[in-house]
């Protein structure tokens, strides 16, 4: 087995995509005959969950993936971009490890949680819909599964046949800390307008060690290193929580306000 470097692209079209017309990803994909994905069960503050379908994203190489968060904050926008890469990739079979997963805080501070599930499948939009509902989610409503039935590009979980010994597990993940999905349940101006306080904000915690590199990944750029220390310009900070997935010293945490929290408990 050899282990392929992504760092270098090529853009590929894809006159069909109902988001994006052309992507430029790692030029391994179009070195290879088949792609099988292996994704790990998360939690994800912004999607709210990552696995087979969302792992595709690394097929995009370095900074271009902060740039799509940034042209592209909207949920459903995200979304459907995601769709189009899964579809033009179209992976031949989607595994995901659950044998320890992460709930709350994911993709990257979250706490680990024992599952003991594999789980794999020919279609990366199914696999993630059980994955959801194992989880203790209602796969249905997070933005790429919406999107995809809406699509038609998979069944709903009651229509997805079930095998192997692993098929009646449940469980109870805690959700992303991010509300991210209150945009989907309040007038858009409204969320436009209370987007500092419904949204979990990054803030730098004492073990920052003012490498920098949140900083110069930030799409927005948003951050930048004074005395050695991140500090954060919060009228530019879109809550794409790059910095919290790239920060090595895991000195990044997603602080909820109390308009967030209340807001939870009402919906």
Same mark, same amino acid.
């Given at each position: 087995?050899?282990?392929?470097?992504?760092?270098?692209?090529?853009?590929?079209?894809? $006159?069909?995509?109902?988001?994006?017309?052309?992507?430029? @990803?790692? !030029?391994? +994909? *179009?070195?290879?005959?088949?792609? /099988?994905? &292996?994704?790990?069960?998360?939690?994800?503050?912004?999607?709210?969950?990552?696995?087979?379908?969302?792992?595709?994203?690394?097929?995009?190489?370095?900074?271009?993936?902060?740039?799509?968060?940034?042209?592209?904050?909207?949920?459903?926008?995200?979304?459907?971009?995601?769709?189009?890469?899964?579809?033009?990739?179209?992976?031949?079979?989607?595994?995901?490890?659950?044998?320890?997963?992460?709930?709350?805080?994911?993709?990257?501070?979250?706490?680990?949680?024992?599952?003991?599930?594999?789980?794999?499948?020919?279609?990366?939009?199914?696999?993630?819909?059980?994955?959801?509902?194992?989880?203790?989610?209602? $796969?249905?409503?997070?933005?790429?599964?919406?999107?995809? @039935?809406? !699509?038609? +590009? *998979?069944?709903?979980?009651?229509? /997805?046949? &079930?095998?192997?010994?692993?098929?009646?597990?449940?469980?109870?993940?805690?959700?992303?800390?991010?509300?991210?999905?209150?945009?989907?349940?309040?007038?858009?101006?409204?969320?436009?307008?209370?987007?500092?306080?419904?949204?979990?904000?990054?803030?730098?915690?004492?073990?920052?060690?003012?490498?920098?590199?949140?900083?110069?990944?930030?799409?927005?750029?948003?951050?930048?290193?004074?005395?050695?220390?991140?500090?954060?310009?919060?009228?530019?900070?879109?809550?794409?929580?790059?910095?919290?997935?790239?920060?090595?010293?895991?000195?990044?945490?997603?602080?909820?306000?109390?308009?967030?929290?209340?807001?939870?408990?009402?919906?």
């Amino acid at each position: 087995m050899e282990l392929v470097s992504f760092d270098t692209s090529v853009e590929i079209p894809y $006159p069909s995509g109902l988001t994006l017309k052309k992507f430029t @990803l790692a !030029r391994p +994909l *179009t070195e290879v005959d088949k792609v /099988i994905s &292996l994704a790990k069960m998360k939690t994800h503050s912004f999607m709210d969950i990552t696995g087979a379908t969302k792992n595709l994203f690394g097929f995009i190489v370095g900074l271009g993936k902060a740039q799509f968060h940034l042209r592209m904050q909207a949920r459903r926008d995200f979304a459907g971009m995601i769709i189009d890469l899964a579809n033009l990739v179209n992976p031949v079979l989607s595994i995901v490890d659950g044998i320890v997963g992460m709930e709350g805080k994911g993709p990257r501070n979250g706490t680990p949680i024992n599952t003991g599930l594999m789980l794999a499948g020919i279609n990366c939009f199914a696999v993630d819909i059980v994955m959801a509902e194992m989880m203790g989610f209602n $796969p249905e409503q997070t933005p790429v599964t919406a999107l995809a @039935l809406e !699509r038609g +590009l *998979t069944l709903p979980f009651a229509g /997805i046949d &079930l095998v192997g010994s692993g098929r009646d597990c449940r469980f109870s993940f805690a959700q992303p800390r991010s509300l991210n999905s209150l945009t989907d349940k309040i007038p858009k101006r409204l969320a436009d307008l209370g987007r500092n306080q419904l949204t979990a904000r990054p803030e730098i915690g004492d073990a920052c060690i003012g490498c920098g590199r949140c900083a110069n990944h930030c799409p927005p750029q948003a951050m930048t290193v004074v005395n050695g220390r991140v500090q954060l310009d919060y009228d530019k900070c879109i809550r794409c929580y790059c910095c919290q997935e790239l920060c090595p010293e895991d000195a990044v945490n997603l602080v909820e306000g109390h308009v967030l929290k209340l807001a939870r408990r009402l919906l």
